[in-house]
């Protein structure tokens, strides 16, 4: 956690995404929760700089806000952006909901957690609006800011996202150990 940074998990995003989608070039991205103390999200929204026309939608709770430094950086790179506190209004424009948990360890008093740990719950009644191509994200573990019912969507694809980080985290460890298959 050196830079707040994770980057395998966002070579798992990106290759999920670009087999989701077909490419990354155009998308209108939502980040949702955490995104004050979310190394994933940082670190994709980095890695998104290297993309077109981006559209990020930042969502959370004002307390959970994306830092500042990651809006000059996004400001630096003319990465579009708009921050908003409902999920709701913005769902119908997405083509990736990238969810993630209120990070408990991230508290310094349980008062604040448990006051920001529900701020956003995706259910199926929530999803009726969102686009039929939709794909929905999470760099789990998971708490309860996507109900088990939506694991059924088809829209849900972490389960693929996770299947890709195993793959690029095993490459990566069979490089550093140099062994060749």
């Given at each position: 956690d050196g830079g707040h940074m994770h980057p395998t998990q966002t070579m798992a995003d990106l290759t999920t995404i670009t087999r989701l989608r077909g490419g990354v070039d155009g998308l209108s991205l939502g980040l949702c929760g955490d995104l004050k103390n979310g190394r994933t999200v940082h670190s994709l929204?980095?890695?998104?700089?290297?993309?077109?026309d981006i559209k990020f939608f930042l969502i959370s709770p004002r307390d959970l806000a994306v830092p500042e430094y990651m809006r000059v950086f996004m400001r630096e790179n003319n990465m579009w952006f708009t921050e908003v506190t409902g999920l709701e209004?913005?769902?119908?424009?997405l083509d990736i909901l990238y969810m993630t948990r209120v990070q408990k360890e991230r508290f310094f008093n349980e008062e604040d957690y448990l006051r920001l740990k529900?701020?956003?719950i995706l259910t199926p009644e929530k999803l009726e609006h969102a686009k039929a191509d939709l794909s929905i994200l999470h760099?789990?573990?998971?708490?309860n800011e996507i109900t088990v019912a939506v694991d059924k969507d088809p829209r849900a694809a972490y389960w693929r996202q996770v299947k890709n980080g195993?793959?690029?985290r095993m490459a990566l460890i069979m490089k550093l150990l140099g062994i060749q298959v």
């Open positions: 929204i980095k890695a998104m700089a290297k993309f077109r209004s913005v769902i119908p424009q529900d701020s956003y760099p789990l573990p998971r708490v195993k793959y690029i």
